[in-house]
């Protein structure tokens, strides 16, 4: 059974090993060079191959302010082959989010290559999506998505020639057109067992296995402390948080009331066709009595609107 001191060691560790937000430190700290190889985890493990981060770039991204329209980093990094690849981190809560994601990629695309500069220089981008809200339906808390050209009556998938080192190569469009990650944050209840689910029990709970040997965590184990903020960077990662919070009310509220307005206007709806229904109703059975009186289908017809076909149709 634990000591009443075990339990109050137990206790300061955890306010002494209390973590920032990923979404935090990727705008504030993580920009610094010497932080990088917190961001080049996560990103190796999603990719499956280690990956070293060159620079941060300049983009909408750089902005200061509580209140920004977009969180986006744009990364230029190297794969393990060598290859530069532009790397887009997105952390936001609004809607039109599938929007957003195609917007920041064309973005990053046109944002990094030089008017004049060949096609051959556009660089594979990898866009990586941390959700913290909820996107709408799916059971998983990681989606990846690809651009893969099929054959409408082969099935085949299309392969493109390509010069590379003056020498002509085969290539899918996939290995030319983004890939977009999708990590649905909220979505993940499990125990953490495997790199990627290490990842998301730190962005989801702030937690991070004492011993960890995921790329990236061990290095935010040391680096991402609350404590070693200053108290300035303290207070404002506590206006952060709150701004996140004032964000995600403001946003659950406009869900709530569009919610509201669809089942009020469905009601409305439901209302009007039912008394139109009704309307219609009433017509055919008068005419119906009209008939079985014996009156002829002309003066059916006057008195009730209806066509002879419908009348006889009766």
């Not at 990364?75 to 981190?89: C, F, R, T």
Request: hydrophobic share 35%; aromatic share 8%.
């Amino acid at each position: 059974m634990e000591t009443e001191e075990q339990k109050v060691k137990g206790e300061k560790k955890m306010i002494n090993e209390k973590y920032v937000r990923f979404d935090w430190a990727v705008k504030r700290m993580l920009r610094d060079k010497a932080n990088f190889d917190v961001l080049e985890g996560l990103i190796t493990v999603l990719l499956g191959e280690r990956i070293k981060i060159e620079e941060i770039l300049e983009s909408e991204g750089n902005q200061e302010a509580e209140n920004d329209k977009y969180n986006r980093v744009d990364i230029k990094a190297k794969d393990s082959k060598g290859s530069i690849i532009i790397v887009e981190v997105q952390l936001t809560t609004q809607l039109y989010y599938l929007e957003r994601i195609l917007y920041g990629v064309t973005k990053a695309i046109t944002e990094h290559i030089s008017l004049g500069q060949r096609y051959s220089e556009v660089k594979k981008i990898y866009s990586i999506n941390i959700l913290y809200f909820d996107l709408g339906k799916g059971a998983d808390y990681l989606y990846h998505g690809k651009n893969i050209f099929v054959g409408v009556h082969t099935g085949d998938t299309l392969q493109i020639n390509v010069k590379e080192d003056n020498v002509i190569r085969m290539k899918a469009p996939e290995d030319i057109f983004p890939e977009y990650y999708l990590i649905r944050v909220n979505e993940f209840n499990d125990v953490a067992t495997s790199p990627l689910e290490e990842w998301l029990d730190y962005l989801k709970n702030g937690r991070i296995k004492e011993n960890t040997t995921t790329p990236g965590l061990a290095e935010a184990k040391e680096k991402l402390q609350y404590l070693q903020m200053s108290r300035a960077e303290q207070i404002a990662y506590e206006r952060h948080l709150l701004a996140l919070e004032d964000q995600y009310c403001a946003f659950g509220a406009a869900r709530l009331e569009g919610l509201a307005a669809g089942r009020a206007e469905g009601r409305a709806k439901g209302l009007e066709e039912g008394r139109a229904e009704g309307r219609v109703e009433g017509i055919l059975e008068t005419a119906r009595n009209l008939k079985q009186m014996g009156l002829n289908t002309e003066d059916i017809a006057k008195a009730t609107k209806l066509s002879k076909d419908e009348i006889e149709a009766l």
